[in-house]
């Protein structure tokens, strides 16, 4: 039962380099999230797919991309990395219950950029 | 401006003592409030969810409540544990958008 997979678990990229993290879920969720984390930042959401084919931008959009490739994957892109986007990366999907809905959570990209 | 705040704060509390964490939003109708617990190197996991309408919600040693007057929930550990050092989140759905919005966490310790 993997849930929400995240790969690569580390990365580091010089200034200018792009990437794409990826992220998998095998729970039938319709929505999937990204989240960055930086300390006392908290979690911050950079885009999230409410549903297979529409995206929508968060609180920290500048400087990402990302795809729905389909109902389990999102992936998010950095054309052209910068310092100040080294932080820790989470994926998620929405279960939306019952009896809760809530979210569920990869084990994290971090990601530095030099 | 929207705004969900937790005290940045660490909480070091003795064990066997009850923890209260504070979470506090500005410019938000939620219909419910979730709380999430993260520990070091791990992605959060869920918790508790309590809904507008529901003044109280018990699961085992947690409790939380949530007053939509004062745009407050508070969450409570009884019978505090060293296991249950950790950060603890809380998390809100911005009214309807699939938009959760999260605190930026407190960092509970407790102590043997």
């Known amino acids: 039962n993997a849930g929400v997979t995240q790969t690569p678990k580390f990365q580091v990229l010089k200034t200018g380099q792009s990437m794409t993290l990826q992220c998998a879920q095998d729970m039938n969720h319709n929505s999937m999230y990204w989240y960055r984390q930086d300390p006392g930042m908290g979690l911050r959401l950079i885009y999230y797919s409410a549903s297979e084919g529409t995206t929508d931008k968060g609180e920290v959009p500048n400087g990402y991309n990302v795809s729905r490739l389909n109902k389990r994957e999102f992936s998010l892109r950095l054309e052209s990395a910068a310092p100040s986007q080294t932080s820790v990366y989470f994926c998620?999907?929405?279960?939306?219950?019952?009896?809760?809905?809530?979210?569920?959570f990869g084990s994290g990209t971090q990601l530095s950029v030099l | 401006s929207q705004k969900i705040e937790q005290n940045s704060e660490a909480l070091n509390i003795q064990e066997g003592k009850t923890a209260t964490l504070t979470c506090n939003y500005t410019?938000?109708?939620?219909?419910?409030l979730q709380w999430y617990r993260q520990d070091p190197g791990r992605g959060p996991v869920f918790l508790l969810l309590i809904r507008e309408n529901e003044k109280e919600k018990r699961k085992e040693r947690l409790k939380v409540t949530f007053d939509t007057t004062l745009k407050q929930s508070l969450f409570h550990i009884t019978a505090s544990q060293p296991a249950d050092s950790a950060t603890y989140l809380c998390a809100l759905e911005a009214s309807g958008t699939y938009k959760y919005i999260f605190g930026t966490g407190t960092r509970l310790k407790v102590l043997a």
């Open positions: 998620a999907s929405r279960d939306p219950g019952p009896p809760n809905e809530k979210l569920f």
């Open positions: 410019n938000y109708s939620p219909a419910y």
